[in-house]
């Protein structure tokens, strides 16, 4: 129980830590009267672009017969930069008086989108790079990151909150822009095994706990539904 309000107490300080870093910036997209739903929209486009640079590396690898590394080092970087819009349209909502029903539904169904796709385009990159079971562990994390904000969805639809589990989607995100970023670096300095495995290390990671963070939320959801004898 400690650790598990140590945990939440670390993601709390941290959070508002990017708070601090982001807001001067987030006061000018209020006075410039950029929307959070704008801020969505962009972050979405972002994902994509970064997406279509992945898929582009692993088409232009089954082609040419050689990786273009820098391609991951960009979608990389794309996937961290844009996602950054997902925590300043939260704020530009709640600094500018903007916060609207629509506008969280709208924020999470776009999310659900960013997800996809870039979990989607890693997976393409490891087929045309024959790493087929790389491949089918990233669907198994995409499975389970959509997974996780389903059940959440369902609970809440119940009348339960239910914000548990230890991979959320902003650790999701962390790991693979991370790992996409650290994959192109190291493809490109020229290491001697293969720099997907950092890759494929990391949709291992997610496919196992994005599970099982799925899973926990279905037994604490029924625990409170037993509790509540529905």
Not at 126 to 139: C, K, M, P
Not at 156 to 169: P, V
Not at 180 to 198: K, N, R, S, V
Request: with cysteine; charged share 15%; aromatic share 10%.
């Amino acid at each position: 129980m400690k650790i598990k309000e140590s945990a939440v107490q670390t993601r709390g300080s941290l959070q508002q830590g990017i708070y601090c870093v982001i807001n001067p910036f987030v006061r000018l997209l209020i006075k410039m009267k950029i929307t959070p739903n704008i801020v969505t929209t962009i972050g979405l486009l972002g994902n994509l672009a970064a997406a279509a640079i992945i898929i582009w590396a692993g088409y232009d690898a089954s082609i040419s017969g050689t990786i273009d590394w820098s391609l991951l080092t960009w979608g990389g970087a794309l996937i961290i930069g844009f996602s950054l819009f997902d925590m300043l349209d939260g704020q530009v909502a709640r600094l500018g008086n903007m916060a609207s029903t629509f506008g969280a539904m709208y924020d999470s169904v776009l999310d659900r989108y960013c997800e996809l796709a870039t979990l989607g385009a890693i997976s393409y990159y490891l087929i045309q790079t024959d790493h087929i079971i790389g491949a089918l562990v990233t669907f198994l994390a995409l499975v389970g990151s959509i997974m996780v904000s389903y059940v959440r969805a369902r609970a809440e639809g119940l009348g339960i909150e239910c914000k548990i589990g230890f991979l959320q989607r902003p650790e999701r995100v962390v790991i693979t822009s991370i790992a996409t970023l650290a994959t192109g670096i190291t493809g490109q300095c020229g290491a001697e095994f293969d720099p997907a495995m950092i890759l494929m290390v990391a949709m291992g990671f997610i496919a196992v706990f994005a599970n099982i963070t799925a899973f926990a939320r279905v037994n604490y959801s029924k625990r409170i539904l037993k509790a509540s004898n529905k």
